[in-house]
């Protein structure tokens, strides 16, 4: 049945948002892609099945509500975590074989396929963009996962039972593979695949792979002294503005065939109201942290009622150690890690806004959503912009010594991640409520201020990783591996009940630990190779 679905979903994506002109073979009497003859493959449907599956895997997983970014954001206060970091309604391993299987079954397996039809066929662009998406998939399953399997890694029957390898050596074989697929795409006159990332672009393609091998490095600056790596790579051009952003485009068409809507806007902009909490320490960020409201603020988060939570609608009200129980000003969220029962006020909570899901611009209506409401649900979901870009050279020069001013490049985040906001579908925005330059101004002024008041250097890369946080609404991976090697930001709110460890790394899917005989399960506490921060992060 999982295999139906995915299948429905796929399609039903390539045919809302290509527009490739080839033909679409019939797909119904195979199980997936990965199943055909090669002679009957055709490549660009292959790889639009690599990405589609990437996105899912490491995005929001249909068949189960899941995907990397989704705990991830749990962990870090992006979206509400409901009881424990390794509980029933959060990290199991049970709940993560579809993000396993998604990533190398169909992912990893299918690039393999298309790599050497690639060769045959001599499209050298192919095989450049499916080596930096195998690339970047290698990275966050290091990343999410530790030590996972490569070097033995979709051998089939040749070795059903792979062991797993260290990530420091996975990242060293990915900056090779990285640099065959910038080659590749170098070839004179390669042919380069209708994507649905750049569309083909070969020169935005080759500026997210040296800023992939860029944010490697950065990942790296505890282990080892990487910056005369990053500064070659940031003066041979890596992601600068928002014309290069890394991100995949959803639409606004859901039929029975596919849903092609942001997932989050799916989820939560229904008949029945919103389905997620949002996180109090987080909205607080931007509603009341500095004093004064983020100019963000109407962008990210919606307000559906004009009316304060009492009773039932607010359990949480005189236990002790809620630190975010009830903002004010009718925003509706839940405290990191609070289980109590969960009332029918999804018509009722606070949600997410217009940036990056496509929801609606927050305009004092208080209305509840409905599926027609703001964009649609033609979000995105930013794998990597400029603004993080620019946060990442602002931590590099301060602690690594790399190229740049990092009190100039944490400015030019924060510009640029209001910039990409603020103009996302402006046309949507009542101008009454919109953020102005002005306001930019102020929000820019008092952050360098706070800067150049800081004592140190940790006070100040505390400053950028803050700030980087707030910008990398809807990216709840990198806002975790920015945590796990900086501990930062340092004020993240406590778990309000018994948390148990803070994950650095997912558990091993149940399937994997029950069917491969030299894969054994590990502690969530296990660290990946470049996280050296204490024990106690929180």
Request: net charge negative.
């Amino acid at each position: 049945m999982k295999t139906i679905k995915n299948k429905i979903i796929v399609l039903g994506l390539m045919l809302l948002v290509l527009n490739t002109g080839c033909e679409i073979m019939d797909l119904n009497q195979q199980d997936s892609p990965s199943q055909l003859t090669p002679a009957s493959v055709d490549p660009e449907l292959l790889l639009n099945n690599v990405q589609l599956q990437f996105v899912s895997a490491i995005a929001y997983n249909e068949d189960n509500e899941d995907g990397i970014n989704v705990r991830a954001s749990e962990f870090i206060r992006m979206q509400h975590l409901f009881g424990a970091y390794a509980g029933p309604f959060s990290l199991t391993a049970g709940s993560i074989d579809d993000i396993w299987t998604g990533l190398y079954r169909e992912c990893l397996q299918d690039i393999n396929i298309l790599l050497p039809l690639a060769a045959e066929r001599e499209l050298a662009g192919y095989t450049g963009v499916a080596k930096i998406l195998q690339a970047y998939i290698y990275v966050t399953l290091v990343d999410t996962f530790g030590k996972v399997p490569y070097s033995e890694a979709l051998l089939g029957n040749e070795n059903p039972n792979p062991s797993v390898d260290d990530g420091a050596d996975i990242y060293n074989a990915m900056f090779t593979i990285i640099d065959e697929g910038i080659a590749a795409i170098n070839t004179p006159n390669a042919v380069m695949p209708n994507d649905l990332f750049y569309g083909g672009n070969k020169s935005q393609w080759l500026k997210m792979a040296r800023t992939l091998k860029f944010k490697m490095y950065a990942q790296m600056r505890l282990v080892g002294d990487y910056s005369s790596q990053i500064n070659s790579l940031i003066s041979s051009g890596i992601i600068e503005n928002s014309t290069d952003d890394f991100q995949f485009q959803y639409s606004t068409v859901a039929s029975t065939t596919g849903d092609s809507r942001h997932p989050y806007f799916a989820l939560n902009y229904d008949p029945d109201g919103a389905d997620d909490y949002l996180t109090g320490y987080y909205v607080n960020l931007l509603l009341a942290d500095k004093g004064f409201e983020d100019p963000r603020l109407r962008y990210y988060f919606y307000r559906q009622i004009e009316e304060a939570p009492t009773g039932d609608d607010l359990p949480c009200e005189g236990e002790p150690g809620y630190n975010f129980c009830y903002l004010g000003d009718y925003y509706w969220t839940r405290d990191h890690g609070d289980d109590d029962g969960v009332p029918p006020d999804g018509p009722k909570r606070t949600t997410y806004g217009l940036y990056p899901i496509g929801g609606k611009f927050d305009a004092d209506d208080f209305t509840s959503v409905t599926a027609n409401s703001g964009a649609q649900g033609a979000g995105i979901f930013p794998f990597m912009l400029s603004s993080f870009v620019k946060f990442l050279k602002s931590e590099s020069a301060l602690m690594a010594g790399t190229t740049g001013n990092p009190r100039t490049l944490l400015e030019e985040g924060i510009r640029a991640s209001m910039d990409k906001v603020i103009n996302f579908y402006p046309g949507l925005v009542d101008a009454t409520f919109a953020a102005t330059q002005a306001d930019v101004d102020a929000y820019v002024t008092y952050v360098l201020g706070q800067y150049d008041a800081a004592a140190n250097d940790e006070e100040r890369l505390d400053i950028i990783m803050k700030e980087y946080y707030i910008a990398l609404w809807g990216n709840g991976i990198e806002a975790w591996n920015n945590y796990r090697r900086t501990s930062m930001p340092s004020d993240l709110t406590p778990h309000v009940k018994t948390p148990g460890a803070f994950p650095r790394t997912f558990l091993y899917p149940a399937t994997v630990v029950n069917t491969n005989s030299n894969i054994e399960q590990k502690p969530i506490t296990e660290k990946v190779f470049w996280d050296t921060n204490p024990d106690d992060l929180k």
